[in-house]
């Protein structure tokens, strides 16, 4: 009997709320997991710093949608710790080519320095993982997928966990019973991230709040 996971089998935990991880690189299993207390980026909460909505209005990146999954998966598992093994690469690259999985992409000139990638299920994103190759990149990444998100009729972000990073951009975290029930109501939802352009640097710049 084959027991390998397989792209529709990941989609289907996914909808159930659990989502997979690796030990290192080099592990040959994953491991599910579904926390006691989820991180999610609230999309009417982002945290806009005034420099880093000066940064999007004054910067000479272009920021992408799908134009390089490869390249975002890879530049995401570049580090010294990742959970990202060659099974989870496979898969979500399969289900890419699927049109379930996306990438953003930052770039200064024709050089990839930042991204984030995840998974679409109805109304909800399920981000896996950023990287930065600059200062602000994957800063610059994640504000232009929640206003792309926002624009796209999304209501769930989710971040799996809450790191020091997504708290100071706004993250928290909510209990596995309301992320379940959040998850719930935008699996009804069947918004499409590619149906409309990226958002430009000025609505993007909406994003901020009275904090800073």
């Not at 069947?190 to 958002?199: C, E, G, K, M, N």
Request: one cysteine or more.
């Amino acid at each position: 009997m084959d027991l390998r996971l397989t792209p529709r089998m990941l989609l289907e935990a996914y909808r159930q709320g659990a989502f997979p991880m690796a030990e290192s690189r080099d592990a040959k299993v994953l491991y599910w997991f579904d926390p006691t207390l989820r991180g999610i980026m609230p999309l009417d909460g982002f945290h806009m710093t005034r420099s880093l909505a000066r940064h999007i209005r004054d910067m000479s990146w272009q920021v992408t949608l799908n134009r390089d999954f490869e390249g975002v998966i890879e530049g995401c598992a570049d580090r010294d710790t990742t959970w990202i093994n060659a099974e989870i690469n496979d898969l979500f690259t399969a289900l890419h080519r699927m049109g379930h999985a996306h990438s953003l992409e930052v770039w200064d000139g024709g050089t990839l320095i930042g991204g984030i990638y995840g998974l679409a299920i109805g109304g909800a994103f399920c981000g896996e993982s950023m990287f930065s190759r600059r200062p602000n990149a994957s800063k610059v990444a994640l504000a232009y997928l929640v206003a792309h998100l926002r624009r796209s009729g999304f209501v769930l972000f989710d971040t799996q966990y809450l790191n020091d990073h997504l708290a100071r951009l706004g993250g928290v975290e909510i209990s596995r019973m309301d992320y379940r029930k959040r998850l719930s109501e935008a699996l009804k939802l069947a918004p499409d991230i590619t149906a409309r352009p990226l958002p430009q640097a000025q609505e993007v710049m909406q994003l901020r709040t009275h904090r800073s």
